[in-house]
Structure formats: C-alpha cells, structure tokens
C-alpha cells in the first residue's frame, strides 16, 4: 500500500519527491508516509537513491543499530522539513529562512566529499562512493537535489504549492501554458472539483 502511494507522490525532482512523503500535509490528518527507518529504505529505492543490495545492506545495518537508524529518521524528516518551508517560501515568492539555509548548507557539506565521478560505458557518470555502511547515505542525494533545485532559476519560477488547501504537496509546473494547480489531477483536482459539485448540489437544497 505505501509502494502505491509512493508512487503518487513522485514529480521527477527527488527533493520534491522528499518533500512531499506526508500526505495531506494541511489537512487536519496528515498522513506520515516515513514512519520507520525501513520506509525511508523503501522510499529510497523506490526513487532509485538506493539499489536493491544497497537496501538490503543498508537494512542489515539498520538492525544491527536501531537506535542509529531512529536517529537517521529523525535527521531525515529534519531535512524534509526545512525543505519544505524553503520550497513553499520559494513557490510563495516570500523569503526563505536563514536558519533553513543554514541546515540545508551544512547538510551539502556532508554529502559533497562522498560524491566522485567514475567512468561509464559511454563517458562518466556522478556516483555516490564509499560509506555503504552509512545509514544516512540517501540523505546525502537529497540535499544535493535540494541545492540544484534552488539554483535553477527556471524550475524555481515554475515552482508551486498544490491548490487544494488540504494537500500541502510542492510541485514544478512544466505544463505549457503555466496553468497547472493540482499536484496530481487524479489525486487533488478530481477531489477538490467532486467538493464542490457535493457544495453545489447542498446550496441548491
Ligand atoms: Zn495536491
């Protein structure tokens, strides 16, 4: 079940796709997708940040320390959170928080001396190395998403909140005409516009 509702929340932008693991954000039950450290496995491989040995290794470290692994949970959700006031201040055009920045900073300062590249079949490619062990190493993907998101003037202008207040989920707009509202039609536009046909069909009463 929470494989499908991964699926849903996934926009192509992993730190979007970060940011948007509660469900129903604003509502008055929002939906908490990582509740273990073993659905931020699932949903790092679902977003392929890890491969099925990595997990697999990666859980077996995990086990081994749990009290770590909590840890990591708790650092992770950190970082979700201040990305996800950084993006709705982004997509609100309001200022972002210095002290946001600040985390967000000192999580890149972790990630970059793990990134190198290696070459491939048909030139080189961006890998994560070393630390297989690490529980946090998915983060480390994350936070360099976040950094590449906020420097990408034209993603940022496209950047927006879902318009069903209840939702809370960022997306980035790449319709054509910029007339986008909902994150997922299906999910948000079809519920908010079933609303309001039920608040139509009440008034007429
Ligand atoms: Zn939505």
């Known amino acids: ?3 499908k509702i991964f699926d849903l929340t996934l926009t192509g932008l992993l730190a979007l796709d970060f ?14 997708l ?25 859980s077996r470290e995990a086990a081994r320390r749990p009290a770590e692994a909590d840890a990591v949970l708790d650092r992770a959700k950190q970082l979700r959170e201040t990305l996800l006031r950084t993006f709705s201040a982004t997509a609100a055009r309001r200022q972002t928080e210095k002290t946001d920045l600040e985390f967000l900073n000192a999580k890149i300062r972790e990630a970059l001396p793990h990134l190198q590249i ?3 079949a048909d030139g080189f490619s961006w890998t994560w190395t070393d630390g297989e062990d690490r529980l946090d190493r998915m983060l480390w993907a994350v936070a360099r998403a976040a950094g590449e998101l906020l420097t990408d003037a034209d993603a ?28 997922k039609m299906e999910v ?16 007429k009463r």
């Not at 940022?156 to 790449?174: I, P, S």
Request: one cysteine or more.
């Open 1 to 3: 079940m929470a494989e």
């Open 19 to 32: 940011a948007n693991t509660v469900d129903w954000r604003t509502s008055e039950h929002p939906d908490e």
């Open 34 to 58: 990582l509740n273990s450290y073993s659905d931020l496995i699932r949903w790092s491989q679902h977003t392929e940040l890890l491969t099925v040995a990595q997990a697999q290794r990666i």
């Open 118 to 120: 290696v070459p491939t």
């Open 156 to 183: 940022l202008a496209q950047l927006r909140l879902c318009a069903n207040e209840e939702c809370g989920w960022l997306f980035v707009d790449t319709s054509r005409n910029k007339s986008r509202r909902w994150c």
């Open 188 to 203: 948000c536009g079809n519920r908010v516009k079933a609303r309001r046909h039920y608040e139509q069909v009440k008034s």
